[in-house]
């Protein structure tokens, strides 16, 4: 653990977090929930003091460690998917071996049919959601700077805790955690579930179960009829393919969704666009090559990764769906907002 240099001071009255090191000041603002980048309250703010207040695995599920959330694992892949403990727990570390054979089947097929069927594919959505979305630490919290806890402030600041009530879609959600805690954290909301993998949604279904939780739908088809407050996709949008095989396709799947989008509703997003160079092939469900509003866009050659976030964020302004978060964005409510790591977050306008 490394040497704290963090300090909390009182000068003048207001409330500071000074680097011993550096010298460096960050003001707090709205009764010590906000953080800012420096000394000015008009400062971006850079981050919400209100991780102890958060979902953990001990107040979700009555688990108290990332160990112990592993073994109850272990019994749903075992009792749900018919995978022995053994082979779980072989499979619970980065590039876990059991998907090994899968990567160059995918990358000869592109066959997203044949993928999401699989019940391999559940450690794929493990991985996801336990290291990359959620960053579960050993004591059953998350990392500061994760998906799931950025979510959680973003929708802070723009106020959803102080609705009577609003309703949330999780794309695309996996095992499902990130479903569960905004249901959590929010019991205001109502949030529906949508994942494809057959496997997934039975692990998620018994997580559903030992939650609790009664504000959360499981939706049965890729089609909504209702109006919706937020979306989320979180490790989604990346995977959706075109007609043409190899080729992804995110915005007619999309649009689906946006299309109930209520106007001053949020979009949440964040993705590895670039997967496919920066792991090595040791990726599934993505593409080299997408098509964005009908225009066919490939990496540049000459350029380390492709530019993929751009022509996406291009699709959402063309739906007057504009960024929220960010020094040049909207803002919300006078307010500016950065966060270190994603999601980002844009308003229907």
């Not at 979009?267 to 920066?278: G, R, V």
Request: aromatic share 12%; charged share 25%; hydrophobic share 35%.
């Amino acid at each position: 653990m490394g040497v704290k240099k963090n300090f909390r001071k009182t000068i003048n009255g207001e409330d500071y977090l000074e680097n011993i090191v550096t010298g460096k000041k960050r003001i707090f603002s709205n009764n010590g929930l906000y953080l800012h980048a420096d000394e000015n309250k008009s400062s971006l703010i850079s981050e919400l003091m209100q991780q102890n207040t958060h979902p953990t695995l001990g107040t979700m599920f009555g688990i108290q460690t990332l160990k112990e959330f592993l073994t109850y694992l272990s019994e749903l892949y075992e009792e749900e998917l018919g995978i022995t403990k053994t082979v779980f727990f072989q499979n619970t570390k980065k590039d876990p071996p059991i998907l090994e054979p899968l990567y160059q089947v995918w990358q000869n097929t592109r066959d997203p049919n044949w993928l999401y069927n699989l019940k391999e594919y559940a450690f794929e959505t493990l991985h996801c959601n336990l290291y990359v979305t959620i960053k579960s630490n050993g004591r059953g919290g998350t990392d500061r700077f994760s998906t799931i806890k950025n979510t959680l402030d973003h929708l802070t600041i723009l106020d959803y805790h102080k609705r009577d009530s609003f309703n949330v879609l999780d794309l695309c959600s996996g095992m499902g955690l990130t479903t569960l805690m905004i249901a959590k954290f929010f019991p205001n909301s109502t949030v529906y579930y949508n994942e494809l993998n057959p496997a997934s949604r039975k692990i998620f279904k018994r997580l559903l179960a030992r939650s609790g939780l009664t504000n959360v739908v499981v939706l049965n088809s890729e089609e909504v009829d209702f109006e919706l407050d937020v979306i989320c996709g979180f490790e989604a949008v990346e995977h959706i393919p075109s007609a043409v095989k190899g080729i992804g396709e995110p915005m007619p799947w999309l649009d689906k969704f946006l299309n109930h989008l209520k106007k001053d509703g949020h979009f949440l997003y964040e993705t590895m666009w670039n997967a496919e160079w920066s792991l090595d092939g040791k990726v599934l469900g993505h593409f080299r090559e997408y098509v964005f509003d009908n225009v066919l866009h490939k990496k540049d050659p000459n350029k380390r990764f492709a530019e993929f976030h751009k022509e996406f964020q291009k699709c959402l302004a063309t739906r007057n769906i504009l960024r929220v978060d960010g020094k040049s964005s909207i803002g919300y409510n006078n307010l500016k907002w950065a966060f270190r790591g994603g999601p980002k977050v844009y308003q229907k306008r």
